[in-house]
């Protein structure tokens, strides 16, 4: 069982919106500005799509948004493409040197 | 650009130990703290252990405390991961994994050594 809990699985249409939540508790999530977000599509190695809770690494489109309220972290992904299907992870820090990850959502595009 | 090149991956049986390995071009290897990170198709990713550019000190992952030794040398730009007594549930990928400038995420991944444990 992951620290960091996901729903399973979400799916979309092309060019809709999807959020992807991530609840912790207060001692992580809820705590640290230090939630990011990870990608991984078939065959792929995963790849960064937020950290620090909002913040986009360079190159990353701004369709992938971050955001956070209470202990429960969310990643939305507006304009859906088909490339977008994958896996999608939430990791953050927990306190004590401790490094925890959601479970993963499987995004489906339709 | 930035690459991070594992190795060292293998079939073993319970019991066994590996040594795993990660070579890192592309940036300054000492100045940053690097992180293994394991996936599997059950558990998705998993933190293993980091430690820190200057090599003296590092942190694991609860689980991890025990059997695992993380360890660096930055003269060779190479990250290690030295695993005893492994498990059939340590059967993974194993990632090398760069940290970004502000700490705490995973800025640059390698590809993976593959780790089965198997009798």
């Known amino acids: 069982q992951s620290a960091l809990t996901q729903t399973r699985s979400v799916s979309g249409s092309p060019g809709q919106s999807v959020t992807i939540s991530c609840t912790g508790t207060?001692?992580?999530?809820?705590?640290?500005?230090?939630v990011s977000w990870y990608q991984r599509r078939p065959g792929k190695i995963p790849k960064v799509l937020i950290y620090d809770v909002t913040k986009r690494p360079s190159g990353v489109p701004d369709r992938f948004s971050g955001s956070r309220s209470g202990n429960t972290a969310s990643l939305t992904i507006s304009g859906l493409q088909a490339e977008d299907e994958g896996d999608y992870f939430c990791?953050?820090?927990?306190?004590?040197?401790?490094?925890?990850f959601g479970g993963g959502t499987e995004l489906t595009v339709l | 650009e930035v690459q991070l090149v594992e190795s060292g991956g293998a079939v073993v049986q319970p019991g066994g130990s590996l040594r795993l390995s990660c070579t890192a071009s592309?940036?300054?290897?000492?100045?940053?703290?690097m992180y293994w990170v394991r996936q599997t198709p059950r558990k998705g990713l998993e933190w293993v252990a980091l430690?820190?550019?200057?090599?003296?000190?590092?942190y694991f992952a609860d689980s991890m405390r025990g059997r695992f030794t993380i360890s660096r040398d930055n003269g060779k730009d190479s990250l290690y991961l030295q695993i005893h007594n492994l498990r059939p549930d340590d059967t993974a990928l194993y990632h090398c994994v760069k940290e970004g400038v502000s700490g705490w995420w995973l800025d640059v991944w390698g590809r993976g050594t593959s780790v089965t444990v198997s009798p």
């Open positions: 990791c953050a820090y927990g306190g004590n040197f401790d490094l925890l």
């Open positions: 430690i820190w550019g200057d090599g003296r000190t590092s």
């Open positions: 207060s001692s992580d999530i809820g705590r640290f500005n230090l």
């Open positions: 592309g940036f300054n290897f000492d100045d940053y703290t």
